[in-house]
């Protein structure tokens, strides 16, 4: 149950919206998960419209690098070493020894987020992270 509370609470930050850096205005990202992403915030709902928190503390970051290796100073990211892209909506993240954990993303490239939310446990409500890059 704290796990699945804990990866909620993380994917809730990488699926909300964000605003753009003053000097990253107007500059689209790739449509890619690959690079370093900072922790910007977090989503929940009680079913209606969801509500945003910032990430606390402020700071963390994940870089899902080229090799499928993953490294992160995030609590919910420390566990996961390497991630998989299935398709254009779905990421596998794996946990040693024999972890893993099924993911939907979604990555705007005009805000330059990328929201995250566990496929694996599902909040009935909604609930993910949002990750900037």
């Given at each position: 149950m704290r796990r699945l509370l804990l990866i909620t609470l993380i994917f809730s930050v990488l699926a909300a919206c964000s605003k753009s850096d003053s000097g990253d205005?107007?500059?689209?990202?790739?449509?890619?998960?690959?690079?370093?992403?900072?922790?910007?915030?977090?989503?929940?709902?009680a079913g209606g419209l969801p509500d945003y928190y910032p990430a606390n503390p402020p700071g963390q970051w994940v870089d899902f690098k080229s090799d499928g290796s993953v490294s992160s100073n995030m609590d919910i990211f420390k566990t996961i070493n390497r991630y998989e892209i299935l398709?254009?909506?779905?990421?596998?993240?794996?946990?040693?020894?024999n972890g893993t954990e099924l993911f939907g993303y979604h990555i705007d490239t005009v805000a330059r987020t990328v929201g995250l939310y566990s496929l694996d446990h599902i909040c009935i409500e909604g609930c993910g992270i949002v990750l900037k890059k």
């Open positions: 205005r107007g500059k689209i990202i790739p449509n890619t998960l690959k690079g370093k992403w900072t922790y910007h915030e977090y989503y929940m709902s398709d254009s909506v779905k990421v596998r993240f794996f946990s040693p020894p």
